[in-house]
């Protein structure tokens, strides 16, 4: 669960910062619209982090798994751009480290055909997060394609033997299928050695970052604030966000949920705890906790926003960098679909 695996997050810190040498970071995106918030402070900020401490890292861009419940894949070379856009803003060096689109890595796909053998029906169908997402799709049927899609993922981040994974609270089952792929893979086929890594998620500081309906910020839910939103909309769209009718502001994820998360998201863009800012506000009510929280997401994002805009001025770049990431993703596929073909053709 959640508190297993913070305390296992824990660690992990220890270890990267010892040997941050010794890892190797897959996460990614898929292309289904401007990122918000809650990526930013799941995931994103981790991504740019563990690079700056020498981590090596891949960003994949899903774009295959849009049409998990998207039945078209609309804008999607623009939506694929926004992604590479969002990251070099973040800081994401393309010298150092390799984004690349799903679709131009066939080889990764292969992967496929043996992960699927390894799992059964009955694992797939217990996923808690698929039914979430099945039951928010909309969707009247339910695809081939959105019931196997963790194990898509556990191909994306073992294709280049990542070993950590920098992720929100709703990826942890599909770690769970990650490392069970990996296991079963190794036990039939490593002959005594293993082929793959059993990948650990990172959690950050806010796992589950809430969207201003009080649910889990979505680029399909309609609740969320992009980092590319300017401070005006920004500040408008916090205003309008779910709290509660208390005056007093006090932490407590648990009880106040809404409230809790407001305070988290203020309490991140200021470096400091989110007790230290419920004091600061004490009984003053939600609508001055909004300001200090759209304050502080403007003051901590406007950087961001003005490198984003910066990069947005040359398109012949950002598709630079992913025709060469695109390129490093392949070689390193290859390179691995070599090794479990042997490793299969031993066994068989
Ligand atoms: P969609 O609605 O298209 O599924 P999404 O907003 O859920 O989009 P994903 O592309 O599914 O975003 O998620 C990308 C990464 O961001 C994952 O690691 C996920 O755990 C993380 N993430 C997404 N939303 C949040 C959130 N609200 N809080 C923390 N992490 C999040
Ligand atoms: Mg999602």
New binding site residues.
Partial sequence: GTSAAKARSAVLEEQILEEPGRFRVL?G??P??RL?L??Y???LHNRVRLQDLGVELFVIIADYQVLTDRDVADHLAERVEELVLDHLAIGVDPERSTVFTHSAVPALNQLLLPFLSLVSVAELNRNPTVKD?IAHSGQSAVSGLMFTYPVHQAADILFCKADLVP?????LPHLEITRTVARRFNERYGNGTAVFPEPDALLSE??????TDGT??????GN?ISLAADADETARLIKGAKTDSERHISYDPVGRPEVSSLLLLAALCQGRTPEEVAADIGSAGSAVLKRTVAESVNEYLAPIRARRAEYARDRGYLRRVLREGNERARAVADVTLAEVRTAMRNHY
């Fill in positions: 996460t995106d898929r289904t619209g918000h809650g990526h402070f799941g995931t997402e992720v929100g609270q709703d990826q806010a796992p589950l970052l809430l969207g889990k910020m979505s680029k399909s839910r969320a």
